[in-house]
Structure formats: structure tokens, C-alpha cells
């Protein structure tokens, strides 16, 4: 089983639209959790940590299910600027290890 | 956050040849690591990258085709030797800077082997 399952998407989806992208991990002992963006042929970039008690940065909310093992993004009022591959990356218990998502494709469309 | 120079940007080489990619972080950073990132696919970890001892691989990467340094905790290379087109890649160093704190990542080498 891999230790991070993400559905790589592609998510089309009209401007102004609410979307939320998923991402389950094996161990139930990770640390820490966080939701990157990348865009074409660019790296990485942090887009928010997600935190046990959930946690929002304007349009976008990060939530943290530990007891299913899952931690979503939502982004409200999707603008076109927001296409992009969203990566979920949980570190390991020992902090050491970071494991990414396939990441998951958005576009959102005129 | 750190700030992160990569460089190459890009490169484009001759099979056979070899290229060292150099990352440097403008403050101490905990650990260093090394990624490849093949066009439309995820993220895959080449290695961590370890202050003063041998990098730590990853499976299916080897210290003689991707050799690592790290002298201090602001700088590290990778070098692809002996490349071929299957090395043709983007090349990322991401940097942590402490305990349970995100990875933040270099701009990238984009490497062409023709």
C-alpha cells in the first residue's frame, strides 16, 4: 500500500465553483501535513500546512481526519489563477520522511 | 522560510558527459534533499542529502550514478554522471529547516540529454 493515496483528478471546474481534493496516509503515527501547488514546468510551492484542528487561509481550508486517515483542501470561489497540481505531503512519525501524492490536476475554466 | 538557489536552471548535455547541479539556502537548514521529477509524473526522491556524511538513497538510485555532497548546512550538489536520455529531467533540492516544518524548494534544474 502506498503510504500517501491521492486522486490525481483531472478536476474541470467552472470559476466561482467550490472543490475539494482528498488524500489518504497509511501511517497512522505521521506528524505532520501539508498541501503544495505546482505549476507547469515550475516547483513546488508550500500552500498551506494543515493543522489537527483545520485551518483557513482565505478561499482555501485545509481539514485533517486522523481518526480516518485522510486530509482534504477546499477552495471556494475557485478563480482561473488557482489551476494547478495540488500535491499532499505527510511526514513521517520519525520527521525525517516526507511522502507526496501523485498530486491532483485543477482547472478551472472560464 | 529559506531562500533556496539552484543552479543550473536548465541544461541541456551530451550522453555520457556528467553535470553537477549545486543548491545553496541562505540560513542553516536541518535537512537537504534531493528529488527528480519526470514530465507528468510526481515527485520521486533521489536521496537526502547528509552534513558531513554520505547521502542516504533512496531505492533505485545509486551513489556512483548520482553522487551527493553536503559539506555544511547551507550547501549541497548532485551530480548526474554518465547521463543519457533517460536522465532527462527536472532536478529538485528542497531544504527543511526544522523539526515537523515543510519542505521549501529550489526553482529546479531542467536537464536535456541529447
Known amino acids: 500500500r502506498k503510504e500517501v493515496e491521492q486522486d490525481p483528478g483531472p478536476f474541470n471546474v467552472p470559476e466561482g465553483a467550490t472543490v475539494a481534493f482528498n488524500c489518504t496516509y497509511s501511517n497512522s503515527a505521521s506528524q505532520s501535513f501539508f498541501w503544495y501547488r505546482q505549476d507547469c514546468r515550475k516547483e513546488p510551492k508550500l500552500l498551506m500546512s494543515v493543522y489537527s484542528s483545520g485551518n483557513e487561509d482565505g478561499r482555501f481550508t485545509a481539514q485533517l481526519n486522523r481518526a480516518s486517515q485522510y486530509i482534504s483542501l477546499l477552495i471556494r470561489d475557485s478563480k482561473l489563477s488557482d489551476s494547478a497540481t495540488y500535491l499532499c505531503v505527510v511526514n513521517s512519525n520519525t520527521g525525517n520522511q516526507f511522502y507526496f501524492g501523485t498530486g491532483t490536476s485543477l482547472t478551472v475554466i472560464p | 522560510s529559506a531562500v533556496i538557489s539552484q543552479k543550473p536552471s536548465r541544461d541541456i548535455c551530451q550522453r555520457g558527459t556528467s553535470l553537477t547541479i549545486q543548491c545553496q539556502v541562505d540560513?542553516?537548514?536541518?535537512?537537504m534533499f534531493w528529488y527528480r521529477q519526470q514530465p507528468g509524473q510526481s515527485l520521486t526522491l533521489i536521496a537526502t542529502a547528509n552534513q558531513g556524511s554520505e547521502a542516504t538513497y533512496e531505492s533505485g538510485f545509486v551513489i556512483d550514478k548520482f553522487p551527493i555532497s553536503r559539506p555544511n548546512l547551507t550547501f549541497s550538489t548532485l551530480t548526474v554522471s554518465n547521463m543519457s536520455p533517460e536522465d532527462s529531467s527536472i532536478y529538485l533540492c528542497?531544504?527543511?529547516?526544522?523539526?515537523?516544518?515543510?519542505?521549501?524548494f529550489g526553482d529546479g534544474t531542467r536537464l536535456s540529454i541529447l
Open positions: 528542497s531544504v527543511v529547516v526544522g523539526g515537523n516544518q515543510p519542505q521549501h
Open positions: 540560513s542553516q537548514v536541518t535537512m
